[in-house]
């Protein structure tokens, strides 16, 4: 439960544009927001009170906390907290700041799994917080699916002003036994009439996986990486009782 209430947290402080501002703060930045000391000092008697408190001071108390809480110093504080702790933030448009980033984001093509790829957010002056590469355009609004997650990463994508895929989160592979590396997963969008997109903004909608190494270790494509890397294991076993000793 008290995981379960630390995410809604998190997802709310998201909202928040001091929040945001702590979290993209670098570590060890002086927070720029005073402390509150006046409402410090009218919390000590009650907090380090000996005994139990009455109902009427615990409430004044909770209710001192959650002033604190909503300073701009602790909602700043809390923020470069979280990114110290390597947290992901929950994307919303408004409050979304500019540069490279983890993402992780739920899949529409593939429902059940979670994306992992770093990519750019870029600002635009016709839109209130940055926009990335990722995103969708539906004509009218950028989109992003709901449950979008980022995080600040020293990762950078291979091509500029696009977006890599880093993989599927939970999703493991056996090292190729021909070349001993591990595969890369790729995937596309893969349309009604034959067409393929690989764009990075289609990357939650591709419906179509497969893997590569080396030439020998090419993997068929199939509509989830999982059920494929089932399908890999279930060959390479087969393979090894075939094959001589």
């Not at 909503?70 to 809390?78: G, Y």
């Not at 009218?140 to 950078?156: A, C, E, I, N």
Request: proline share 6%; net charge negative; with cysteine.
């Amino acid at each position: 439960m008290e995981d379960w209430l630390q995410v809604l947290h998190d997802r709310e402080a998201s909202t928040d544009d001091v929040y945001v501002e702590g979290y993209m703060s670098r570590p060890g930045s002086a927070c720029p927001y005073e402390f509150d000391e006046g409402l410090s000092r009218l919390m000590i008697p009650l907090s380090t009170k000996e005994g139990r408190l009455t109902d009427e001071e615990r409430e004044i108390l909770g209710k001192m906390n959650n002033a604190m809480e909503a300073t701009k110093w602790s909602r700043w504080t809390h923020g470069q907290r979280c990114r110290k702790e390597g947290r992901w933030s929950t994307y919303v448009q408004k409050t979304q700041p500019s540069g490279i980033f983890e993402w992780l984001i739920p899949s529409i093509g593939t429902p059940g799994i979670t994306i992992l790829a770093v990519g750019e957010a870029f600002a635009r002056s016709y839109v209130e917080g940055a926009v990335p590469v990722l995103a969708g355009w539906d004509g009218h609004v950028y989109t992003m699916p709901s449950g979008t997650m980022w995080r600040p990463t020293d990762d950078k994508p291979e091509f500029a002003n696009t977006a890599s895929l880093r993989g599927v989160v939970d999703f493991a592979t056996m090292d190729c036994p021909h070349c001993g590396k591990a595969p890369t997963l790729h995937g596309c969008l893969s349309g009604v009439l034959g067409s393929k997109s690989y764009r990075s903004s289609d990357m939650h909608r591709f419906n179509e996986w497969w893997m590569r190494c080396c030439e020998w270790g090419v993997t068929p494509s199939r509509s989830n990486p999982f059920d494929l890397e089932a399908e890999r294991l279930s060959a390479y076993r087969k393979a090894a009782v075939l094959i001589p000793k």
